[in-house]
């Protein structure tokens, strides 16, 4: 009972809405250093740094050397940085629907859990023991969907959720996903051949459980597939080329050669910055980018979500 | 039979579409001042100013005592706001579409209310108990919803629906939304048990309750979920960047430097207002931004639709 | 017998693709004053002139008398431009992906009308007059909708197809599309329960009778939601500013001052034009608006439609 | 026997994945002529060449007789500029998008034939009548639909599938996509009736009936509702605007006055030409533009697959 | 047994998430030159180097002899260039999305894949010949599939599978795939008549069939329907026009003539490859493209999930 009661207090912590609460004034994430992309940014601003200074160098000898100045048009730098800017925005956009699309497949597989559960009670037999199978099975999905994004091995959470036994089963399957939804599939058959399972709310249930292969598919497919190598490659070609040339343009227009690198630098932190952002919201599952999605977090709260529905009925 | 009578005055009013006449001239809107972005977003401005004021100070300083002068050349702005502007777009983009998708998701709660109750009240048993309840619980749903989105303690609206003990059980529940989806799922197992609701109705009806779940959920993602954090610090950091240095730019282009802080302010007022709406339009439930979301009306909308439709068919 | 003749010759006219013949070159549209935008716009135009024609006298006056001259940096417009371009771009988009789909809903009543009495005809019982009444009341049902959406009583064409009677109740009822679709829903439960209509047909038909309550309460959520007010308070007051200081940055740059309000006005007429095909767009069901969706030959098509069908199989 | 091989042929043939390998190089397509939207545009530009004339003479005219001199800033069409742009992209987009929608509902209703027939010959009843029924008003949906999104007459392919007494009743109807499936409806009302078809795949094949009328009608949406009309000339009327003030804003930069026709017209023929595409693409199913969907191959491409399915079975 | 063992190892190997672990470092991709657009552009570019210093020559020539200077303004650039980049932009995001479309779709046919076989096992006959068919067809469907889109004959992986019997057959028919899905349709067709097939499954699994086919359709309309020719053709004739007048336009604003021809081909470099990104992304399912997709791979990890799905049941 005391079990119980701790579920459900752990549970409603779980489904606070508190993420907005955190978000700070403009102030605080203006100058805020924590978002280490500007760290994994830096190094490469520095190397651009140190070139545009050897290419004003080498331009100033040229010049005094053999009277040819580079009087590279400025205005051909605006027709360039259109075409960067076309790049940037379409990979920016890929990036951010990819992340959002991952997220919204993570919502996807979060309300078929509890809609699978929630009819699974309501319809299902009314055997204890084939109820805590299924919430237990539905339960340890998340999990093993997670654990595949990531090429990791199986957690101690699904160990608990479906005994040792199951769980080294399961690890020497092909899919680990597709096992949990063949368990599902089974649990089912074996309500609907004892009569207890209507055919029409089998019907239901089992279309949410294909749907939680559907939206794990769909996950793997953003995982397996990045943006189309042509664009990274000719992106990072493109903001070379203009890093390069960019101080052979400015020589003419100042008077003072040594503010040259600091303004390429000042140039090179934003559009490497956006390249950067780029890069880290291709692969939302990845824990090594900063704006992976928490699916440790949502895959708990399924667990909790489903286990208190479990507690609810009896 | 008054009570009809005045339900459907009531619902009939609730109905009517007035939510364009209230739509002001462009004048009007113009100067109008209570949309309090702008309140919120003048200290900021006024913050630039004074920071703008402060770096041509020290500009001038410099430059009278070392002999350096700062010649930032005004075409580095421009790819700087091409950048800024990229990214203030997908952000207002991503924040508007995330607005309209919550709309939307409640605007799907409202059809799969009255489709549930539609069909519910048509297809299902014709006693008058099982009838009231069914109403009662899926009108409970938008106002339960409402209050998991907001983290809210239950209303009186809720309490009058389900009564007060059912209403304390409620709260004691993990996840209300899904404890009222699974009272509707008893509801349902209930009449098709007793042979009084057809299979194929069942199927129809208990789909539209489980879009009810899938709803909820999609609008618990939105709220779980801001944009990534990588986009709002960068966003900011580049909008710090942009209006220090561009006092600086525009200290050989001015003959009067004291014109230099008006200046930034101007620029600063519509980068901070659409930084602003962005943030704004990203939680689009919570009561602490202007635009949110009228689920009171919404829900209360629905529950005067659901009662009408139960006069109807006594 | 010749009335259906007529029917048919009415029903093919009105489906002939008509809509591109009339479609005019381009010098034709080039020059055409009917698209009224134009006289809504033209007003503040002029008062834009006015205003800037004071502010240029406001300038010189001060110049003259206190020896401070406005140079407000043009570049600075450039940036304020693009701000502005950006709200409007995504103003427009909006706005027309609103109005787009408010036509997509209303293209899915008409589908889903003559899927719902295809079904019914084809695979529904024999009897006369329970085909009629299905017809007539499937008929009303997009009747019914427009008055909704737009607040208009009843027509004349719902009394014709349904009776005065039930005209009177249905006026009487919370939401009138619903009592529609409950009516409807009653026919096929007769129908099902004399065991003329099977359980795999009457699934069928039935969810096409709840996509029509989808589609109108999608279109309900257009209608009773505009644009976010921070939205279209905020574009009004970045185009109020920018075409007040935009004569202020003109004055240096123009050797003769009275062109300055030619040319704001100038500026002004797009603004003003784009902000307002933003507004009529919002709102695709209002007839106060140029171009909102042709719903009365909408319904009128498919009330033809159905009744031909009805004719068809007699 | 003959017959059937020269079908399989055909249908290998038809279904042989060949248009990217007409795709030509970079160089070919660039002087290429026969895209005649150049064609089209050609007058108008010429048009502009000479109202510019007109405009520079009268400008000289006025200057060299009143002294007054026309200083439009150029600043002011880069303004006017954008403000076309937007338009233009919104339009183009627009287009483009209706075009592939189009395509996709085409794709739709190919692939919902074959799922027809593929489920009507492997689940139904093994009557060869039936089936020859089946295929040949399937086939004749899709030649059916190109009739009425173009307002043709029934072909002789019809007529052909469905002999000249069904052909000419069905001219006869209202509408004839949706009598041809009422036709299929009856066919799968008889199977069921008979008991030769099972319940769950009768919902099934009635389904991909249903969705063949859903395709149709999206197609007749797009056909019947062109871009909003205050689009289209407001559109028109910026560019007229643009291309008549465009001279006298160049007339003090350039030295040679003869210089500005052609200047204008080298301007207007990138605006134009992208007026007409948005122009074109908004009728996709038009014969009269360059671009129209190949509905003729499509509907016979699945005229021969649905053939070779009932020869696959026989 | 150790041929389980070593699939299922296989099976392991090919889903572990390895795509993102070969992703670089900006510097390495920046300089890489294996994607090789660049060396499809590169002709094209020193083309336009050429052209440039003809049209050079020409234009002193003229000068020189006819004292005809030609003074395009560069602003005409700025204009001209945005329309180029209207037209890129569309053209990027439309070759973009067929391509992610394609992978989509593809994701799906894995997904359907996978849940036709875990439903067809969990719920079907016992019969292991029966779960062997339908495991080798369904395995086959993504072989023949892509045969299909790339116009190839079929592989020995299809032989493997389903004989050389049956492939021949399959060779023979007119549209492969439709062949297949009908194959799987017969034995649900045996496996329903036999009784050892509930309806509901049959109508779970016979979906997930029907949607294989909604896949491959879509790949097919995505290789039959290149973008609508008067785009490819205009943003060619475009390019062409802007590169050709663009040496005119710098000859008065550079002083030594030599530098044109470098700067021109600067320009051309990016405009070209960005045509040819998207002519690339156009195609998605060509080999003789860089970025096709992965169909093999994709397609023989499907076979060996289903094979593992076989192998965990026995």
Redesign the interface.
Known sequence: MHVVIL??CL??RG??????QT?KG??H????L??A??LKVIP?VL?FGILSSVVCGAASFIKDHFQV?F????????????????????R???G?DR??EA??L???I??QS??LI??S???GPENKTWRDNMVRWTAAFPHVARH????EPLSDEVINLIGPDAASNLT????MP??V??QI??L??TA?KQGEL???????I???R?LL??HL??C??I????L???????I??????FLL?LPVA?IP????IW?IPI?TM??A???????Q?G?????PF?TAN??H?PLNDISATIE??L???L???Q
């Not at 590279?72 to 605006?78: A, C, E, K, P």
């Not at 020497?172 to 899919?175: E, Q």
């Not at 189309?228 to 000719?234: D, E, T, W």
């Open positions: 579920t459900f549970a409603f489904n606070k809405m508190t993420s907005y978000r403009f102030w994430e203006a100058v805020a924590e978002g992309v500007t490469s190397i100045s009087e590279l048009d400025i205005s051909v730098f605006g027709f360039a940085g259109v075409a960067l800017g076309i790049l940037l925005v379409i920016l956009n890929a951010y992340w959002w997220r919204t993570w919502g996807g979060v309300n509890r809609n929630i009819s009670i309501t319809y595949t994004l990531r090429s020497a399957s092909g899919h597709s096992t939804a063949m599939g089974e089912l058959q609907t209507d055919g029409f709310a089998f019907m239901q089992d279309r949410e294909a292969i559907d598919g769909a793997e497919r995982v397996l597939t990045p189309p190598q042509i664009y990274s490659l000719k990072r070609h493109f903001i070379l080329l040339l400015m227009q100042l008077n003072t503010w303004l000042l140039i932190y934003p559009l490497l910055s956006l390249d952002i890069v880290e919201l291709e692969n990845s900063h704006s999605l909790r979500n286990l208190s529905f507690h609810l009925k």
